[in-house]
C-alpha cells in the first residue's frame, strides 16, 4: 500500500492531534510566562464583575482546584473581593485547596461560557467535584448569574490583544466541534 498524505493525516490521526494539542503546544511553556496572564484575568473579572462576590458569600475565600485534565497544569481560582488570585501549578504539585473541579479543558470553558450544563457534566461523568460541594455550587450560580459571558469576561482581560484571543479561542472550538 503506498504511504499518501491521506493515509497518514487520518481523520482519527486529526481528532487526536487536535484533542491534545492544548496539551502538547503548554507543555514545554513555563509557568512563570504563564501567570501574569491569569493574574491579570482574576483582576479584571474581579474589577469588571464585582457581583460576583457577592454571590459567593461564605465561600468568596474559598481555593477552588480547576484541573483541566488534558493540560499539564492546574490552576487555583481563590475569589476574594480584595485580591482576587488564579495560579497555575504543574500537576504534580497538587496544591492545597477546599474544593475540585476536573474536567476536559473544552468542557470547562463551555461550562464557564453557558453553552455546557455543569449539572450535566457532571451526571455524565465528565465533570468530577471534590471537597466543598456546597462552595462549588455557589460558584457555579455565580457564574450563572453572569449577565452576558464570563469567557467574555476573560477574554476581555487581554486588552487590546482580546480581539485575536477571541478569534483564537473561537477558531479552536469550531476545529474541535468538526472533528472531536
Given at each position: 500500500m503506498l504511504d499518501t498524505p491521506q493515509a497518514r493525516y487520518s481523520p482519527s490521526a486529526l481528532r487526536e492531534l487536535l484533542r491534545h494539542a492544548p496539551e502538547i503546544l503548554l507543555m514545554p511553556v513555563p509557568l512563570a510566562?504563564?501567570?501574569?496572564?491569569?493574574?491579570?484575568i482574576a483582576a479584571h473579572v474581579a474589577q469588571s464583575r464585582p457581583e460576583l462576590f457577592a454571590r459567593l458569600g461564605p465561600h468568596a475565600g474559598k481555593r477552588?482546584?480547576?484541573?483541566?485534565?488534558?493540560?499539564?497544569?492546574?490552576?487555583v481560582l481563590t475569589p476574594r473581593e480584595d485580591a482576587p488570585a488564579l495560579a497555575a501549578h504543574r500537576r504534580h504539585a497538587r496544591p492545597a485547596h477546599?474544593?475540585?473541579?476536573?474536567?476536559?479543558?473544552?468542557?470547562?470553558?463551555?461550562?464557564?461560557?453557558?453553552?455546557l450544563d455543569g449539572d450535566a457534566l457532571f451526571f455524565s461523568r465528565k465533570l468530577c467535584v471534590t471537597g466543598?460541594?456546597?462552595a462549588v455550587v455557589a460558584l457555579r450560580n455565580a457564574l450563572d448569574d453572569?449577565?452576558?459571558?464570563?469567557?467574555?469576561s476573560v477574554v476581555g482581560s487581554f486588552g487590546a490583544l482580546a480581539p485575536p484571543a477571541a478569534l483564537g479561542l473561537s477558531l479552536l472550538r469550531k476545529m474541535r466541534g468538526k472533528t472531536l
Amino acid at each position: 500500500m503506498l504511504d499518501t498524505p491521506q493515509a497518514r493525516y487520518s481523520p482519527s490521526a486529526l481528532r487526536e492531534l487536535l484533542r491534545h494539542a492544548p496539551e502538547i503546544l503548554l507543555m514545554p511553556v513555563p509557568l512563570a510566562l504563564l501567570q501574569p496572564m491569569f493574574s491579570r484575568i482574576a483582576a479584571h473579572v474581579a474589577q469588571s464583575r464585582p457581583e460576583l462576590f457577592a454571590r459567593l458569600g461564605p465561600h468568596a475565600g474559598k481555593r477552588f482546584l480547576i484541573d483541566p485534565i488534558d493540560l499539564p497544569f492546574v490552576l487555583v481560582l481563590t475569589p476574594r473581593e480584595d485580591a482576587p488570585a488564579l495560579a497555575a501549578h504543574r500537576r504534580h504539585a497538587r496544591p492545597a485547596h477546599d474544593a475540585g473541579i476536573a474536567g476536559r479543558f473544552f468542557d470547562l470553558l463551555d461550562m464557564i461560557d453557558g453553552s455546557l450544563d455543569g449539572d450535566a457534566l457532571f451526571f455524565s461523568r465528565k465533570l468530577c467535584v471534590t471537597g466543598d460541594t456546597e462552595a462549588v455550587v455557589a460558584l457555579r450560580n455565580a457564574l450563572d448569574d453572569f449577565e452576558g459571558s464570563a469567557l467574555d469576561s476573560v477574554v476581555g482581560s487581554f486588552g487590546a490583544l482580546a480581539p485575536p484571543a477571541a478569534l483564537g479561542l473561537s477558531l479552536l472550538r469550531k476545529m474541535r466541534g468538526k472533528t472531536l
